[in-house]
């Protein structure tokens, strides 16, 4: 749950609410900068520079041009009269007793959990440093992706399937097969055209990844489209795009990579108890 979208001023009286929990230390009066304060209560100028951050948006940590963007102009009058409002209504709240009802403050936990989170999470992406030579290494090892210009027959049942290979075996052409039989309303001439795996359910894909060009399938193939006899016509290798266009990507990988590595090592390092609700006491205290 993340409190950091919210943009009118009354979502952000209800966000505001997490702020205090989020990690200002309590100081004396005088060590605040204080910029309102609503019936003796001081409002932190950091916690209106932290209303006016999250109103910018936070960039994206994985890419590098939104993080070297300048951040969006946002009216900082407006952020205080907001944060003015939340601070009334949250002490409103607090009158009422809502901070003790156990849903209230469970959703206050969970909003400083989610937030430590996802600090922790930019600032172990900022300790990662990803080299040209990674991202180059990277690149030569991608795979040459293939393409397959295809024609298929595609019926209801396994057993018709079967029967149409038989035909295939004995000389008969695909096309005419499928202006008979097939039920492919987009393709009555068995013509899919050429088409990349990933555009394909896998078991069609992996079936054309086993046949020669002028082969057919063996054995019907399965989808949730039903049975599929396919012919094989050819197949190309797709040149590999520039680096550039996937260094993006590249580096957004690595990032990813490193980053789980991490934190499944802080989960392992972790003394974690499972139980019942009524359990071990350390089951989420958040360690």
């Not at 019907?220 to 260094?247: D, I, M, N």
Request: glycine residues 6%.
């Amino acid at each position: 749950m993340n409190m950091l979208p919210y943009r009118n001023a009354f979502g952000w009286a209800l966000a505001a609410l997490a702020l205090p929990s989020c990690g200002l230390p309590d100081r004396p009066l005088a060590e605040q900068r204080v910029v309102a304060s609503v019936n003796g209560v001081a409002i932190d100028a950091r916690v209106l520079d932290a209303l006016v951050r999250a109103r910018q948006g936070l960039s994206n940590p994985f890419d590098e041009t939104a993080l070297q963007a300048e951040p969006a102009s946002v009216d900082t009058q407006a952020a205080l009269q907001d944060l003015v409002l939340a601070e009334v209504l949250a002490q409103a709240a607090i009158e009422r007793g809502l901070d003790r009802k156990p849903d209230v403050a469970a959703e206050l936990a969970l909003q400083r959990k989610t937030l430590l989170g996802q600090q922790l999470v930019r600032e172990l992406l900022g300790d990662i440093d990803v080299s040209a030579g990674e991202l180059e290494r990277r690149y030569r090892d991608l795979p040459v992706e293939q393409e397959y210009d295809v024609r298929h027959v595609l019926v209801a049942d396994e057993a018709t399937a079967q029967s149409l290979i038989a035909q295939l075996d004995q000389g008969a052409r695909i096309e005419t097969l499928a202006r008979r039989h097939t039920i492919d309303p987009q393709s009555r001439d068995g013509r899919l055209g050429w088409l990349m795996p990933n555009q394909l359910e896998r078991p069609f894909a992996e079936a054309l990844e086993k046949l020669a060009p002028g082969q057919h399938t063996a054995r019907p193939v399965h989808t949730s489209y039903g049975w599929h006899v396919a012919r094989l016509q050819a197949r190309r290798a797709l040149q590999k795009p520039p680096f550039e266009e996937v260094r993006a990507a590249l580096r957004e990988q690595v990032l990813q990579e490193r980053l789980q590595t991490r934190l499944q090592a802080l989960r392992a390092d972790a003394d974690v108890q499972l139980g019942s609700q009524s359990g071990p006491a350390t089951l989420g205290s958040g360690r």
